[in-house]
């Protein structure tokens, strides 16, 4: 008889060798000690059949902001079956198990990083995340980049990148809200050089986490407040000229660095990278903070989602008013998309009329114009990985 359970850490010894097959590492047995306490903060679903785990989906309690606003968000990871039991539909029925726990549990995203974006996007998740990966020689930044203020290489201080991610990540969608044991166990996790930036008052303005290897200087996470916090660095990083070759860092996909040195032709790639779904539109749809002005009319949206047939109606945004409505306003007056193209726009991955001239959502133009309107414009950018 087969059923899904949730597993504890008594499972664990089976949980760590579904994933170090499926993902191809072997865990050290200092490694080991390191992944249980991770994993004791997972909830862990499991398929099992006939007492043995078949599959398995890790549940993440995350959030994220959203427009400057804090959203509960469920992460998936080390989603994995044997070979011997795959093909059977057991990941779409813990995928559509663990949208129930989300829904309960008043998280109304989700993100995922896939291992094939066709397969999750049969399931409802979509890509909205995407960063730009830069590798440029270091000569390519000599220059003055007048910055006022210093830079000092500081100690593992969790309390002062915090307060500094913390304002930084607000500026973006999706990035997440992070505590001090996602700090330890996930981002101060090597032996990274961190350094801080001051102004001229001695006020920090952000922070550098990167290393030094082959020649090469590696940016593993980039947070700045201001234009002088990023010429600081900036110079920084140009400094090391004498000790490597070239840079490589990930940054947000309207990052204009190559606007602000000489020569801007050097590798550039915007890669895909995270997933995210909307989990409950009627609760994500409440509490998302529109750009509302009196007087405008109200958009009407009809949402598609097989998966999840929860989410699936029709929707009028009216000022701060949400209403299911069971019937689709007639076509002129509503906008008809699926749930990935909803959490595209609503994310701010892809704005609405852009979406509607690929022809990715259907319906009135005007509708489209008036959504477009009510959306607020931000950057999607998410750093962690899990």
């Not at 060798?17 to 390191?34: G, N, P, W």
């Not at 004791?40 to 549940?59: D, N, P, S």
């Not at 070979?83 to 995928?95: M, N, S, T």
Request: charged share 25%.
């Amino acid at each position: 008889m087969a059923e899904i359970q949730r597993l504890t850490e008594k499972d664990f010894p089976e949980v760590f060798a579904l994933s170090q097959f499926a993902f191809q590492y072997e865990l050290s047995a200092e490694d080991r000690q390191k992944k249980i306490e991770e994993t004791k903060h997972h909830k862990i679903w499991g398929w099992m059949e006939q007492g043995t785990l078949a599959g398995k989906l890790h549940l993440h309690s995350l959030s994220c902001f959203l427009n400057g606003e804090k959203f509960a968000m469920g992460g998936i990871g080390n989603v994995a079956t044997w070979p011997e039991y795959r093909r059977r539909g057991i990941v779409k029925q813990l995928l559509h198990h663990a949208l129930l726990d989300m829904k309960e549990n008043g998280q109304t995203l989700s993100f995922l990083h896939p291992f094939s974006f066709p397969f999750y996007r049969k399931y409802g998740w979509e890509l909205t995340f995407t960063n730009k990966h830069y590798s440029l020689p270091i000569n390519q930044l000599k220059k003055s980049w007048n910055g006022n203020g210093y830079v000092r290489r500081s100690k593992k201080d969790i309390a002062l990148l915090d307060s500094l991610y913390s304002r930084f990540a607000k500026n973006y969608n999706g990035m997440l809200v992070r505590d001090e044991r996602w700090w330890q166990q996930r981002v101060l996790t090597g032996n990274d050089q961190i350094a801080v930036s001051y102004n001229e008052q001695g006020e920090a303005g952000g922070y550098l986490i990167y290393h030094v290897k082959n020649d090469v200087l590696i940016v593993e996470e980039f947070v700045y407040l201001s234009l002088n916090a990023w010429r600081l660095f900036m110079q920084f990083i140009a400094n090391h000229d004498s000790m490597v070759e070239k840079v490589e860092m990930v940054v947000p996909e309207n990052d204009l660095l190559p606007l602000t040195i000489d020569e801007p032709r050097f590798p550039q790639e915007v890669k895909p990278y995270f997933m995210a779904r909307i989990v409950d539109v009627p609760e994500f749809l409440k509490a998302y903070p529109f750009r509302f002005e009196k007087g405008k009319l109200p958009v009407y949206l009809h949402v598609e989602d097989d998966f999840f047939p929860d989410n699936a109606g029709g929707y009028r945004i009216d000022g701060g008013e949400i209403v299911r409505t069971e019937k689709p306003n007639p076509d002129e007056e509503s906008i008809f998309c699926t749930i990935q193209q909803l959490t595209v726009m609503f994310l701010g991955t892809r704005r609405p009329l852009a979406l509607y001239a690929a022809g990715l959502i259907n319906g009135s133009r005007r509708a489209v114009e008036r959504l477009e309107e009510i959306l607020p414009v931000r950057q999607t950018y998410l750093t962690d990985f899990f």
